[in-house]
């Protein structure tokens, strides 16, 4: 059951990013087939989610309060370009073919692959030292502006755990 919920949760952040991979798509005019190309939208929408993420951790802590709304606002963006698709599909563009079908079985596979493996405990010698901490710190408190200037230690940034303090 777990490793259900964890899938749908791979699944829902696949589904944000795309949505926000859309946004940014239009809102930066890149047009042709790289603007249909779910992996491309998929890795624009994941750096303008970490861009949103951490313009908001400048005045909140990133609490599931504060975080849900930005996820769920990019929900029907995501539909729209999954509704694109199936247009390009039915008009006949785009074939589906084994190609399409074997690419959703291996991203199904993947997708349970991965969340089996987020199920184990965490095998980071340094987990415990600062990125479990840092995901609380940032859950807890927001940005401190001139943490940094007491002590160098105190100003690094790792963008990966803003995101996986979101969903912490």
């Keep these: 059951m777990a490793v259900a919920q964890v899938s749908a949760l ?32 998929l890795w624009l929408g994941w750096s303008l989610t970490l861009l949103l993420l951490h313009l908001i951790h400048f005045f909140l802590p990133l609490t599931a309060a504060v975080v849900t709304p930005l996820y769920l606002v990019s929900a029907p963006f995501a539909l729209f370009a999954i509704r694109e698709r199936l247009v390009e599909i039915r008009r006949g563009e785009r074939r589906p073919g084994w190609m399409g079908a074997a690419t959703a079985a291996g991203l ?47 100003a690094f940034n790792q963008s990966p755990l803003v995101y996986f303090a979101s969903r912490f």
């Design 10 to 41: 791979v699944v829902c952040s696949a589904l944000s990013a795309l949505g926000w991979g859309r946004v940014a798509a239009k809102l930066l005019r890149i047009e042709g087939p790289l603007a249909r190309r779910p992996i491309s939208l």
């Design 108 to 154: 199904t596979i993947l997708v349970i692959w991965v969340a089996s493996r987020a199920m184990a405990p965490p095998d980071a010698y340094d987990y415990g030292l600062y990125r479990h901490n840092t995901m609380q710190w940032i859950n807890s408190y927001r940005i401190v502006p001139g943490l940094g200037n007491l002590h160098a230690r105190l």
